[in-house]
């Protein structure tokens, strides 16, 4: 394990982005100190130029690495991120030492974001309402088809023996990372959720918890 306190964190973040949102919580459950520097987003999903020179695809999050004895290393994607982060700070592990046990929540980590959140992504649901003229009725029917496609699923995983109060066992891991901002924007999005009893009731455990709260959009 390095030593952290030689180690500066930069975020690139955006409060409502669902991917940032997943390396709050994992800074936050790891202890870390960040500073955050808002990538504005508001009205599109284009980002500056300035800021495509650091994250050519202009997308959040970035975390910028400023370690001493080395140079400065920008780090995109969130779950490259949040795992980078779990080798930085192996303690509380948002993984898991067992091979099967971490398969399993990569499991559930790569349906969320491999298979429901690319399709819900802002760009996605932008493209389809400003270039293909798709009206909103219809792009919120696209929105809540692939979260039921994908909740349906989860939940039938979440009944395995092997989940506890969380997503996997009795302590947060990656995948409860990822899950709770998804969530979020399934109610944001006025999705229908009452047939998810174990997303939900493991969604709430969560957010009782410091590092979910202050990771929150309103939070932020």
């Given at each position: 394990?390095?030593?952290?306190?030689?180690?500066?964190?930069t975020l690139y973040d955006y409060p409502r982005s669902s991917a940032a949102y997943r390396v709050r919580i994992a800074?936050?459950?790891?202890?870390?100190?960040?500073?955050?520097?808002?990538?504005?987003?508001?009205?599109?999903?284009?980002?500056?130029?300035?800021?495509?020179?650091?994250?050519?695809?202009?997308?959040?999050?970035?975390?910028?690495?400023?370690?001493?004895?080395?140079?400065?290393?920008?780090?995109?994607?969130?779950?490259?991120?949040?795992?980078?982060?779990?080798?930085?700070?192996?303690?509380?592990?948002?993984?898991?030492?067992?091979?099967?046990?971490?398969?399993?929540?990569?499991?559930?980590?790569?349906?969320?974001?491999?298979?429901?959140?690319?399709?819900?992504?802002?760009?996605?649901?932008?493209?389809?309402?400003?270039?293909?003229?798709?009206?909103?009725?219809?792009?919120?029917?696209?929105?809540?088809?692939?979260?039921?496609?994908?909740?349906?699923?989860?939940?039938?995983?979440?009944?395995?023996?092997?989940?506890?109060?969380?997503?996997?066992?009795?302590?947060?891991?990656?995948?409860?990372?990822?899950?709770?901002?998804?969530?979020?924007?399934?109610?944001?999005?006025?999705?229908?959720?009452?047939?998810?009893?174990?997303?939900?009731?493991?969604?709430?455990?969560?957010?009782?918890?410091?590092?979910?709260?202050?990771?929150?959009?309103?939070?932020?």
């Amino acid at each position: 394990m390095r030593n952290t306190e030689q180690i500066s964190l930069t975020l690139y973040d955006y409060p409502r982005s669902s991917a940032a949102y997943r390396v709050r919580i994992a800074l936050n459950l790891k202890g870390l100190q960040y500073q955050s520097k808002r990538v504005n987003l508001l009205e599109s999903e284009e980002a500056s130029d300035e800021y495509k020179l650091l994250n050519p695809q202009g997308l959040v999050p970035a975390l910028l690495v400023r370690e001493a004895g080395r140079g400065d290393v920008v780090l995109t994607q969130s779950l490259a991120i949040c795992e980078y982060l779990d080798e930085l700070k192996p303690t509380p592990t948002i993984l898991h030492q067992d091979a099967l046990a971490k398969a399993r929540i990569r499991s559930f980590v790569q349906l969320i974001c491999s298979d429901i959140h690319p399709l819900n992504n802002l760009r996605v649901l932008n493209y389809l309402e400003d270039e293909l003229s798709v009206n909103k009725e219809a792009k919120m029917t696209w929105y809540r088809h692939w979260i039921t496609e994908g909740f349906d699923a989860l939940e039938k995983h979440l009944n395995e023996d092997e989940t506890g109060d969380f997503c996997h066992q009795n302590q947060p891991t990656l995948a409860d990372i990822c899950m709770v901002p998804q969530v979020y924007n399934a109610k944001r999005f006025d999705c229908d959720l009452s047939t998810y009893p174990k997303i939900v009731a493991i969604a709430q455990r969560c957010n009782q918890f410091p590092a979910f709260i202050k990771a929150q959009p309103e939070s932020m």
